[in-house]
């Protein structure tokens, strides 16, 4: 069930987050790079992934929980 364009799980998840800050020059690195964040390994450990991507999997934890830069940033994973 979708409340407010998010899943259940999507917004407990925002509840009980942790924001990670990562540096500007990461976050532009990654951006331009297409690096994806990872939401349990709490890192960027994924090429290939476009900013708005959401649940593509992680190489280094084997989870779906991979997101773009730009969504980690406007979900609140990551800050500066």
Do not use: H
Not at 7 to 16: C, E, Y
Not at 40 to 51: A, D, K
Not at 56 to 69: F, L
């Amino acid at each position: 069930m979708l409340i407010g364009g998010r899943s259940r799980k999507q917004l407990r998840r925002a509840t009980m987050q942790k924001t990670i800050a990562v540096t500007m020059e990461d976050y532009t690195y990654a951006t331009e790079s297409y690096m994806g964040w990872c939401t349990e390994c709490q890192e960027f450990t994924r090429g290939e992934t476009e900013g708005d991507a959401e649940n593509y999997d992680c190489p280094k934890c084997e989870q779906n929980t991979v997101m773009g830069a730009e969504q980690a940033l406007l979900l609140g994973e990551i800050t500066f």
